[in-house]
Nanobody, 126 residues
Framework: QLQFVESGGGLVQPGGSLKLSCTASGFAVNYYNIGWFRQAPGKEREAVSCATVSGNFTNYADSVEGRFTISRDNAKNTAYLQIDNLNPDDTAVYYC???????????????????WGQGTQVTVSS
Protein backbone atom coordinates (compact mmCIF):
# COMPACT_ATOMS: atom_id res chain seq x y z
CA GLN A 1 0.00 0.00 0.00
CA LEU A 2 1.37 3.39 -1.02
CA GLN A 3 1.41 5.90 1.76
CA PHE A 4 3.24 8.83 3.29
CA VAL A 5 3.92 9.56 6.90
CA GLU A 6 4.47 13.20 7.78
CA SER A 7 6.21 14.27 10.96
CA GLY A 8 7.90 17.25 12.53
CA GLY A 9 4.88 19.39 13.24
CA GLY A 10 4.16 20.97 16.59
CA LEU A 11 3.62 24.16 18.51
CA VAL A 12 6.11 26.92 17.79
CA GLN A 13 6.34 30.59 18.65
CA PRO A 14 6.16 33.28 15.97
CA GLY A 15 9.54 33.73 14.35
CA GLY A 16 10.51 30.14 15.02
CA SER A 17 11.37 27.34 12.61
CA LEU A 18 10.30 23.79 11.92
CA LYS A 19 11.44 21.08 9.57
CA LEU A 20 8.72 18.75 8.39
CA SER A 21 9.47 15.30 7.06
CA CYS A 22 7.51 13.11 4.72
CA THR A 23 8.56 9.48 4.42
CA ALA A 24 7.07 7.18 1.84
CA SER A 25 6.33 3.51 2.21
CA GLY A 26 5.19 1.06 -0.40
CA PHE A 27 6.80 2.98 -3.24
CA ALA A 28 10.02 4.70 -4.21
CA VAL A 29 9.81 8.48 -4.23
CA ASN A 30 12.55 8.74 -6.83
CA TYR A 31 9.89 8.14 -9.47
CA TYR A 32 7.65 10.93 -8.23
CA ASN A 33 7.54 14.65 -7.82
CA ILE A 34 6.83 15.63 -4.22
CA GLY A 35 4.56 18.44 -3.11
CA TRP A 36 3.60 20.05 0.15
CA PHE A 37 0.15 21.46 0.83
CA ARG A 38 -1.55 22.92 3.87
CA GLN A 39 -5.04 23.48 5.17
CA ALA A 40 -5.72 26.14 7.74
CA PRO A 41 -8.80 25.97 9.97
CA GLY A 42 -11.89 26.90 8.02
CA LYS A 43 -10.01 27.31 4.75
CA GLU A 44 -9.46 25.35 1.58
CA ARG A 45 -6.31 23.30 1.20
CA GLU A 46 -3.63 25.26 -0.64
CA ALA A 47 -0.42 24.35 -2.38
CA VAL A 48 2.82 25.37 -0.71
CA SER A 49 5.73 23.93 -2.65
CA CYS A 50 6.86 21.12 -4.89
CA ALA A 51 10.07 19.58 -6.17
CA THR A 52 10.86 17.35 -9.09
CA VAL A 53 12.48 13.94 -8.73
CA SER A 54 15.99 15.36 -9.00
CA GLY A 55 15.15 18.35 -6.85
CA ASN A 56 16.58 20.60 -9.55
CA PHE A 57 13.21 22.27 -10.16
CA THR A 58 11.27 23.66 -7.22
CA ASN A 59 8.14 25.75 -7.07
CA TYR A 60 6.73 27.85 -4.24
CA ALA A 61 3.50 29.63 -3.54
CA ASP A 62 3.96 33.40 -3.38
CA SER A 63 2.82 33.43 0.23
CA VAL A 64 5.76 31.29 1.37
CA GLU A 65 8.51 32.26 -1.06
CA GLY A 66 11.70 33.01 0.83
CA ARG A 67 10.62 31.37 4.08
CA PHE A 68 9.95 27.78 3.00
CA THR A 69 12.51 25.43 1.51
CA ILE A 70 11.64 22.08 0.02
CA SER A 71 14.23 19.34 -0.27
CA ARG A 72 14.36 15.61 -0.69
CA ASP A 73 16.62 12.66 0.00
CA ASN A 74 15.61 9.90 -2.38
CA ALA A 75 17.97 7.43 -0.72
CA LYS A 76 15.94 7.84 2.47
CA ASN A 77 12.65 7.90 0.57
CA THR A 78 11.94 11.17 2.34
CA ALA A 79 11.11 14.76 1.50
CA TYR A 80 11.40 17.77 3.77
CA LEU A 81 9.92 21.20 4.21
CA GLN A 82 12.00 23.69 6.15
CA ILE A 83 9.81 26.51 7.45
CA ASP A 84 11.47 29.64 8.82
CA ASN A 85 10.16 32.83 10.39
CA LEU A 86 6.84 31.21 11.17
CA ASN A 87 3.83 33.41 11.75
CA PRO A 88 0.31 32.61 12.97
CA ASP A 89 -0.98 32.50 9.38
CA ASP A 90 1.16 29.40 8.87
CA THR A 91 -0.98 27.48 11.36
CA ALA A 92 -2.39 24.56 9.40
CA VAL A 93 -2.26 20.84 8.79
CA TYR A 94 0.58 20.20 6.37
CA TYR A 95 0.33 17.39 3.85
CA CYS A 96 2.79 15.89 1.43
CA UNK A 97 1.78 14.38 -1.87
CA UNK A 98 3.27 12.68 -4.92
CA UNK A 99 2.61 12.75 -8.64
CA UNK A 100 4.37 11.38 -11.70
CA UNK A 101 2.69 13.36 -14.48
CA UNK A 102 5.61 15.67 -15.12
CA UNK A 103 9.32 15.09 -15.48
CA UNK A 104 11.22 18.39 -15.43
CA UNK A 105 8.73 20.55 -13.62
CA UNK A 106 6.07 20.35 -10.96
CA UNK A 107 2.82 22.23 -10.79
CA UNK A 108 1.02 23.55 -7.73
CA UNK A 109 -2.45 22.35 -8.65
CA UNK A 110 -3.92 20.02 -6.05
CA UNK A 111 -5.95 18.03 -8.55
CA UNK A 112 -2.79 16.77 -10.25
CA UNK A 113 -1.41 15.10 -7.13
CA UNK A 114 -2.15 11.41 -6.73
CA UNK A 115 -0.89 10.09 -3.40
CA TRP A 116 -1.38 11.87 -0.10
CA GLY A 117 -0.24 11.63 3.48
CA GLN A 118 -2.39 12.09 6.56
CA GLY A 119 -0.87 15.41 7.54
CA THR A 120 1.01 16.91 10.45
CA GLN A 121 -0.27 19.82 12.53
CA VAL A 122 1.72 23.04 12.74
CA THR A 123 0.53 25.62 15.24
CA VAL A 124 2.17 29.02 15.53
CA SER A 125 1.26 30.83 18.70
CA SER A 126 2.86 32.77 21.51
Amino acid sequence: QLQFVESGGGLVQPGGSLKLSCTASGFAVNYYNIGWFRQAPGKEREAVSCATVSGNFTNYADSVEGRFTISRDNAKNTAYLQIDNLNPDDTAVYYCAAENLFTNLCVLHEQLWKYWGQGTQVTVSS
